[in-house]
């Protein structure tokens, strides 16, 4: 089977039909003589499963992913919740300042 690497030795692709005589077209790849697949490994949550070459064999790797960018929705409307608050707050503000000089709080 042939593997194809990164720069990093990061597994991208594989291919199980090329023979080994035919991957000297291809700079990124290596004959690896067992077996292989992407879907390899336990799933691990809040984990991406990677996989490198270690120079004998494919090795799996875990790596955090990422929390997810939120959407322009979720953007805007965290926005508009905010201000909301914030002007509810200022108002609040205002109203407490009014009673304290109209002595009906201390």
Same mark, same amino acid.
């Given at each position: %089977?042939? *593997? #194809?690497?990164?720069? =990093? !030795?990061? @597994?991208?692709?594989? !291919?199980?039909?090329?023979? +080994?005589?035919? @991957?000297?077209?291809?700079?990124?790849?290596?004959?690896? /003589?067992?077996? #292989?697949?992407?879907?390899?490994?336990?799933?691990?949550?809040?984990?991406?499963?990677?996989?490198?070459? !270690?120079?004998?064999?494919?090795?799996?790797?875990?790596?955090?992913?990422? /929390?997810?960018?939120?959407?322009? =929705?979720?953007? @805007?409307?965290?926005?508009?919740?905010?201000?909301? =608050?914030?002007? $509810?707050?200022?108002?609040?503000? %205002?109203? %407490?300042?009014? %009673? +304290?000089? $109209?002595? *009906?709080?201390?």
């Amino acid at each position: %089977m042939v *593997l #194809f690497l990164k720069e =990093d !030795n990061e @597994i991208y692709a594989y !291919n199980k039909r090329l023979k +080994k005589e035919d @991957i000297e077209k291809y700079q990124d790849a290596i004959w690896y /003589e067992g077996d #292989f697949d992407f879907l390899d490994g336990k799933d691990k949550e809040g984990y991406a499963k990677l996989y490198r070459w !270690n120079g004998e064999k494919p090795i799996l790797e875990y790596i955090p992913t990422p /929390e997810p960018e939120p959407t322009i =929705d979720e953007k @805007i409307y965290e926005a508009v919740i905010k201000s909301q =608050d914030e002007i $509810r707050q200022e108002g609040a503000d %205002m109203v %407490m300042e009014e %009673m +304290k000089k $109209r002595g *009906l709080i201390v």
